[in-house]
């Protein structure tokens, strides 16, 4: 059974930045896509960021040019950067990993609040 553990949420200002962390555990997410969904109260899940095993990305129009997605495979690990945040950029935030099936994890706040 693969478990990610998310990392790195909080309460920024506009404008300001994150980094949030996913760790998958064991090592099949390493040769599988992974990637960020999020989700606030108004709106259903919706994909934020995707990398592929070969490292290719895919944003959703609303965050292009802010954040950036990147994998460490020999961590299990990945991450979303995060700049230029705004409001509406406030959700909870799931990291995935899809492999034969999709694996999810439990999610961290995103708060961007003056």
């Known amino acids: 059974q693969v478990q990610l553990v998310e990392s790195g949420g909080g309460l920024v200002q506009p404008g300001g930045s994150l980094r949030l962390s996913c760790v998958a555990s064991?090592?099949?997410?390493?040769?599988?896509?992974m990637g960020w969904y999020r989700q606030s109260p108004e709106k259903e899940r919706e994909l934020v960021a995707i990398?592929?095993?070969?490292?290719?990305?895919n944003y959703a129009d609303s965050v292009k040019g802010r954040f950036t997605i990147s994998r460490d495979n020999a961590k299990n690990t990945v991450f979303l950067h995060m700049n230029r945040l705004k409001p509406e950029d406030t959700a909870v935030y799931y990291c995935?990993?899809?492999?034969?099936?999709?694996?999810w994890g439990q999610g961290t706040q995103v708060t961007v609040s003056s």
């Open positions: 995935y990993c899809n492999y034969m099936v999709a694996y």
């Open positions: 064991g090592s099949i997410c390493s040769i599988a896509a």
């Open positions: 990398i592929t095993s070969g490292d290719r990305t």
